[in-house]
Each structure stands twice: as C-alpha cells, then as structure tokens.
C-alpha cells in the first residue's frame, strides 16, 4: 500500500450555509443558518474560528471546538430582516502550537424578509381571470420612480433589492436590462400553502434620477393548464400577478421603500401565446420598445388590479434550492431539409429545454419550431406527447437580424424541425438551451465498458431534464408531474449525481402540506386532481419516510429528519390503520411493480408479482426507518412504538408470503429482490433457498430485465447479497430487450420510461403512457458507483467510507468519484490479468475502509491518497474474456 498525506497545515477552501454548497446566500430566510464548510487538507486540531463581520463594521468572533462537524450552530445573534453580514473561517490551534491557519475567502450573507409584515406592498394584476379552453397571452408591467423625488442619491445607496414573486411565472428587467438569469420563477409549489420569492441584487442597474422596472408575466403552473386527461385550469387561482417590493439601504442604515404600487401600468404582451405544454407564440412587432427603460411613454397602457396580499393565505419563503437557468448551449450535430418547407435538426442528446434562433427576413413572416424526442417512421414522433404539442412561434419584426427564444415554456426533445425558415438552409442559426435547476455536479462514474459509461450519463441526463424545479417523471409529455414513487427508488442516486439537497427540502415541504389535505401522501406531488386515483399507494407514498432518511444517509443531518417527522410518523401511522394494526397491508388501490415488462402496453400496472407483497414489505421498511429516525431525535417512546409496529409487519409478511422453506409468494424476481433487500426472510437457511431461485429466475430470463419501478432498482443488490455477483454482471450487460443497455444500442442519451418505449423496429411503444426521459429505472447508477466502483459511504454524512470494488463481467477498469460533504472522495481500480491495483481518495476528515478482491485484504486509512495492490488466486479469471455464466 502507498499512501499520500495531504500537508499538516489545513486551511478551510470553501464555506457555505446549511447545504447550499453551491448556491447563493442572498436573500435566504433562515436567521440563525447553521455553517458548512471543508478544509483542503486533514485539520491538526479541532477549533475551528468564525469571524462575522456586521454591516457596520462590527466583528464577532467564535471558536468551535466541533471541528469534526460538517454543520455548526449559528453562533452569534440571530440576522434580521434584511441584514447583511460576511462570514470566515480558519482554524486556530488555541494552544498556541501551530498558530492560526489562513483565513477562507469570506462568504457574503444576507437575509431576506423573514416576516410577512416585512411586505408592504400589493400584487399587482393585468389579468385577474380570463377564460379557459385556449393558451392564454403573456402580460407586460412597468413602473417608474425618481430618485430625486425620493431624496435619494445613487452614490450613497449601499445595496439595492428587489423583492419578488409571482401568481403565475414571471422575469424582470429593471431600467432595460434583466435583472437574472433565473427561468420560470417562482417555479412550481403547492401555492395555497407556500410561494417562493426571489431576492435580486440590482445596486449595479440602479441609476441617479429616473428608473424604470418591467416586468413580463404569464399563467405558468399557477392558472395555465396542467395535468393530463384534458388538464386542469386555474387550478391555484383566476389570476396572474406580480408581488414586488424595491428597497434601497443607504450608508447610514436606513431603508428607502421605493413607491411603486400607484404607478403600475399594464400592456398586452408581445407573447401572444404561452403554455408549458403548448409552447409559446411571440410577435416582435408588438414589443414596445424601451418599455422598462426610464421615459417610456404609457399613457395608453391600462391600470392593473391591486389585490390584497393578506387575502392571499400562503406562505412567502425564500427558496431552498437553486433556481431554473440555461446550465448548456448544444449546436445541432445534424442538419437537413425535408418535406414541408421543414428544416430537420439533431441535437444529439435529449433534454429539457428550448430553442435559441437567430433571423433575418421580413417583417410578419413567422417562424414555426417543432420538437421531439424520436423519429418514428421518418417524422417527428409526436405521439407520445399527447397533447403537450410542444410547438413555438415567432414572428420578425423586420428589423435585421433577430434573436429569440421563448420564456415561458420548457420542452423535452432532441429533434428539431424548423418549419418556414426565411432563407437557404445555410444561413440556419438555432442552438438548444439545456433547462433545468442548476444543481451542483457531485457524482462521476467511467469505465472499460463503453455501454456501461453511455448508461450512466443517461442517468445524468434524466436526472437533469427532470428536475426542472421539482422531481418529475418526464419533461415532454403533458404531465411533468413531482411522482412521489419516482424520486423514492431514485433518491440514493440523485443525491450521488448532484446536489439535490435543496430542491428535494423544498419539495418534501410541499409533500407535508398535500399529505395534510389529502389525508395521506398524494401519488405525486404538488397534487392535482386531474383524474388520477387519490389513494395511499405503497412505494409512492412511502417517499414521505425515505427521501429524508435517504438525504440523512448522504449529510448526516438530522434536521430533514425533524423537520419531515411529522409527515414520516403520518404515513406510518395511515399504513398502519390501513393494515388493522395487523402488519399485513392486503387492501385497497395499488401500483405494484409498475411497468413490469410483462404487463401488457396499456396495463402497465398489470405486475406478475403480488401488490400486497409489495405494500407490507414497504410498510415494514418505512417502519423500520421511522423507528431508527425517531431514536436518532431523542423520541424513545415513538422508537419502541415503531419498532413494534416493524416487528408485527415483519411476522405479518413472513406468515402470508415466505413459506418455511423460503419460498416467496409470486416468485418472481421482484418478490424475492424485495425480500432479500428489506432483510425479511426468518433465518439464513430461508435467504439461502430464495437467493438460489433469484439466480434461477434470473438465469431463466436470459438475464433480461423482468423488474418495473419497485424491482429494478434493488435487483442487481439483492444478486449481490446473496453472492450471485456474476448474475448481477450478466444482467447489467445485458443488451437484448428488456436490458439497462438495450436503449443504448438503440442510441438512448436518457432513461426511458419502458424498457421497450421503442421496439427493435423503431417504432414507439403503443402504449398511451410511453416517454423517453424517465429517470427511475436509472437508479441502477448508484450500483454503479457502489460496487462496480466500489465507493461508498459507511455511516451518514460520508465520515467514514467503505472502498469495496467488486469486478466481473469483464471490466478492466471502473472508477467512480463523489464530491462528499466532507470533499471530494474516489475509488479507481484496475486490473490486467492477475494483477489488481486499486487508488482510492479519502476526504479530509473521513476515514476509509478498503475491502480489496478475492481476499486480497482489508485496510483501514485516513484521509489523503492511497495505492493498494493485490494478486488474483486464478489467472483463468482474466477479465478480459467474457465472465463465464455459473449454471
């Protein structure tokens, strides 16, 4: 073994708030945010040392002796409304020994308005209802102020803010300039219970004299239609209105209330159309031009609706995550002209996104763009949208070349037909915009096998085309619901690829809210009722209890805990009822193993495998957790209550489908996953019996998927676990039909809803439910990561980890790296021949156990990097032939 230390002097490298690695801390709502931070290198001791510097100069300075915390408690006086502070660390050796380390580079904090009486201002409306049946109009707003008026001067204004949300979505520009980047705002939330405001820096726009804001508004989630079966409209009110309050905070302190409810003036849109699902339609010859520029004359524009906040009853919060923005630009790698004056482009790559073009021609001419994920039959395949059209509009001004894309809508495709383009093919100019929240990148997987390293960003690719602002199932069709099943089996992988800390808090806020509506955890999440049934369903209502324990597992942070516990104990205790305090979960409406591929096209749910089998194991695992959640946060009584409750559902299970001998009811390979997964079985004799016929049944299929949405994800673990790591191998490399690789040899860029979403012949699935962009049976990347590569976490928070690569299936090579919340960590190995060498990273501050192959030994390291080698017993075994089957 090699092993390489980092230097013995550590220095903090970055600092943050709660888990916001990446975002920023304007504008948040908490006023005693706990700190984050890592060092570059292990720390010699334990004191770290803050210092807070106030706004007016004042510093405070505190010495933690909790070193080894991921997450310290706000130490000084709590911030307020408004209050702006910088924040740096560094270690101090209060001994004297070493002396203090270097300080971080300082992080600027500003909190929002943290009360509701901090709002002083109304919404303001051009629209208040409008009819439904047809995509609605977008909607302009300005306003306009003087500075001298106020007794303003601009050079003594300290920082200027924005303060804004939206009934509906919305973007700003302030004296003719955008004030962010931020697309689709406020996003989508359960808005009768919480709507998100964005805080926006605007000291750099601000001017002396005259200014002028603008604001472009559209119906968005909040009254456009949404759901599928027709959609629903207006479902969160008749309305769609701007809340903006503008404050400026001079030298001394005070706080300026620019006045702007009295000067709101409303205009029809140039956006002549927008919907999420629909597209957007947009006529440059009616933008009035300069209209959030100072001066505009609006003396033709009509006086909006002011509408009371406090008749509004939702919540005002700051996000938790980052928001919605362009994270890539992708060039068409092909372009051709068809059939109906249409220009074919492939981007190559399925997204969530838009088009941007650029166009020269006349003005009234217009541009019509179409989208689609796959061809079929020489077209667009358009069928699976149903009636998410996904089609925009634009039609020139005149004036030169001109630049658009459209603002309030998001499409899911890869092709692209341009359709009426002014010009010859060559003077084409249209790139796609990747949309999606822009989430920190934290996992990375590679390896020998180039199908296993396509399926993994097909994994990364879905996880981003469905996290535009909340966990969704699909981006393209006309659904792009929170499905609470989805994120449940996904959340272990969507934690490794990125930072989804933030936007999976916020979510489980709103899983809360609807679960105190309904009466239990809501099939998907915002809810609404657009015809799909409204009954506790297992697996998907158990995201309540696994989601938050699963973001524990990766920070190590009890608040998600507390904070969702209420909603954890909720669904347990329904479950339980439900049972007759029985254990065994044998009634009512329920999904099953979605999508097993057997099930029949337009029966998706028409699973081999029993759905009561399916609810108690569920109801045992989320017991379990409640049980092991309720012990971590000191509530000892609920511990044994849920330990009892577990316990009963285990016997339940036991008696109604394991018999003595460990056969399990159904017998099918998601009936055993689960059960071997769930630890259900009685003795070891049972779990050896049902690991034997697992391989059996697995060999039986030709090693070709026979898992839906509760299998799939735990099936190649549950291989594993019983030492059929070779089956494990066998099936994830497999590329025949129903395989993770068989939409990889179909050229698949993302995860597909149904194994066979697109049949060997190229044409779509006849199912009405058919979507290329699914990220659930992606889930198979956290094995990848786990034992392919062999990296994975030991105890919550990443403080120790296991390295335990396990090769098979021919792999030379595999490595897989995550930027823990302690830094980055990785795991590497290869092997020619006999020869095996693995190189791990270990974070500052964790330690590592590394478990090498065949018995080549356990170690046990700290943080830095480490070499270990190691001999295989078998030359035989070379990894470059194909693994040979067992049977």
């Known amino acids: 073994m090699k092993t390489t230390s980092a230097d013995s002097r550590a220095t903090v490298d970055s600092v943050w708030l709660e888990n916001r690695r990446a975002g920023s801390a304007l504008g948040i709502d908490e006023s005693a945010p706990r700190i984050a931070w890592t060092a570059d290198s292990p720390s010699p001791d334990d004191a770290v040392e803050l210092e807070l510097t106030r706004d007016k100069g004042t510093v405070e300075r505190h010495i933690s002796h909790g070193g080894a915390q991921r997450l310290i408690d706000w130490p000084f006086a709590p911030l307020t409304s408004r209050e702006a502070v910088t924040l740096r660390l560094r270690f101090n050796d209060e001994e004297g020994f070493a002396g203090p380390s270097d300080w971080s580079a300082p992080l600027a904090i500003e909190a929002g308005l943290l009360d509701r009486e901090d709002w002083a201002v109304p919404f303001v ?174 003396s033709t524009w009509q006086t909006p609706t ?106 899911g495709f890869r092709f692209a037909e341009i359709e009426n383009w002014p010009g010859a093919i060559e003077t084409l100019d249209v790139e796609a915009l990747v949309v999606h929240t822009d989430m920190q990148r ?125 909603s954890m104990r909720g669904w347990v205790d329904l479950v339980d009822r439900l049972s007759g305090h029985t254990g065994l979960w044998n009634t009512g409406f329920q999904l099953g193993d979605w999508l097993d591929p057997a099930a029949p096209p337009d029966n998706p749910g028409e699973s081999h495998t029993d759905k009561s089998l399916v609810a108690t194991a569920y109801h045992v695992r989320t017991s379990q957790i409640l049980a092991a959640t309720a012990e971590l946060l000191g509530k000892t009584v609920d511990a044994a209550r849920y330990r009892s409750i577990a316990d009963r559902a285990v016997v339940a299970f036991q008696a109604e489908f394991i018999s003595p001998h460990g056969r399990v009811v159904s017998d099918t390979v998601t009936s055993i996953a689960l059960a071997i997964a769930f630890d259900l079985f009685a003795n070891e004799d049972q779990l050896r019996v049902a690991g034997r016929r697992l391989g059996q049944l697995v060999e039986a299929s030709d090693f070709r998927i026979s898992t839906g949405f509760v299998g799939t994800p735990i099936i190649c673990d549950a291989l594993v676990r019983v030492g059929e790591l070779d089956a494990a191998y066998h099936l ?45 049976l992606g889930a198979v990347a956290g094995f990848l990561h786990r034992v392919v590569a062999g990296l994975d976490s030991a105890e919550p928070g990443w403080r120790t980890l296991r390295i335990e690569p396990r090769p098979g299936g021919g792999l030379t090579h595999a490595s897989a790296s ?70």
């Open 732 to 776: 994830l490399l497999q590329e025949e039909l129903p395989s993770w690789l068989y939409p990889v040899s179909m050229g698949a860029t993302t995860i597909w809803e149904r194994w066979d979403s697109m049949l060997p012949d190229g044409t779509i699935n006849p199912g009405d439910m058919t979507s290329f962009n699914h990220y659930a």
């Open 306 to 411: 002011l509408l009371d906040l406090s008749d509004f009853s939702a919540k005002l919060e700051a996000p938790t995550g980052p928001p919605v923005r362009v994270t890539e630009v992708l060039k068409p790698i092909n372009v051709e002209a068809i059939a109906g004056s249409r220009i074919r482009l492939d981007f190559g790559q399925n997204i969530a996104g838009k088009l941007r073009i650029r166009v020269n021609g006349p003005a009234g001419h217009t541009v019509t763009l179409h989208h689609a994920e796959v061809l079929e039959d020489g077209a667009l395949g358009v069928r699976p949208l149903r009636s998410a059209v996904s089609i925009d509009r634009y039609t020139l001004s005149g004036n030169g070349v001109e630049e658009w894309t459209p603002r309030f809508t998001v499409h």
């Open 125 to 298: 409306s051009p629209s208040a209802s409008a009819p439904q049946g047809a995509v609605r109009p977008g909607h302009l707003l300005r306003a306009e102020w003087d500075n001298v008026d106020l007794g303003v001067d601009v050079t003594k204004v300290q920082r200027a803010r924005i303060y804004s949300t939206a009934h509906g979505v919305y973007e700003l520009e302030l004296n003719g300039r955008s004030v962010s980047d931020d697309l689709l705002s406020p996003g989508w939330t359960s808005y009768s219970h919480r709507l998100r405001y964005q805080t926006h820096d605007v000291t750099d726009i601000l001017q002396s004299g005259r200014n002028a804001i603008g604001v472009w508004l559209a119906d968005g989630w909040y009254r456009g239609r949404i759901g599928f079966d027709g959609g629903l409209w207006d479902v969160y009110g008749n309305d769609v209105a701007v809340l903006l309050q503008l404050e400026l905070t001079l030298e001394d302190g005070s706080v300026v209330d620019v006045p702007l409810t009295d000067g709101w003036r409303s205009h029809a849109s140039p956006v002549t159309a927008a919907a999420l699902y629909e597209g957007e339609s947009y006529d440059s010859r009616l933008l009035p031009e300069g209209f959030s520029a100072p001066g505009f004359d609006d």
């Open 442 to 566: 934290t996992g990375w997987f590679e390896s020998s096998h180039p199908g296993l390293n396509r399926l993994h960003e097909n994994v990364v690719w879905s996880m981003r085309d469905n996290f535009v602002d909340l966990p969704t199932d699909c981006p393209q069709r006309d659904e792009r619901l929170g499905w609470t099943g989805d994120i449940q089996v996904f959340a272990p992988t969507a934690l490794r690829l990125f930072g989804a800390h933030g936007t999976l808090k916020g979510w489980l806020r709103d899983v809360a809210y609807e679960q105190g509506d309904q009466g239990h955890v809501p099939n998907f999440v915002p809810w609404i009722e657009c015809g799909f049934p409204n009954h506790p369903t297992a697996a998907w209502g158990d995201a309540a209890v696994i989601v938050p324990w699963e973001m524990y597992q990766h920070d190590g942070d009890l608040r998600v805990l507390r904070d969702q516990y209420d």
């Open 818 to 887: 995550h930027l823990t919340p302690l830094g980055p960590a990785s795991s590497s190995w290869n092997r020619v021949g006999r020869h095996f060498t693995a190189n791990v990273l270990v974070p500052p501050g964790a330690t590592a156990t590394v478990v090498l192959p065949e018995g080549g030994g356990t170690f046990t390291v700290g943080a830095g990097s480490h070499t270990f080698q190691s001999t295989f017993r078998d030359a035989s075994d070379d990894p470059r032939k194909p693994s040979p089957r067992r049977w």
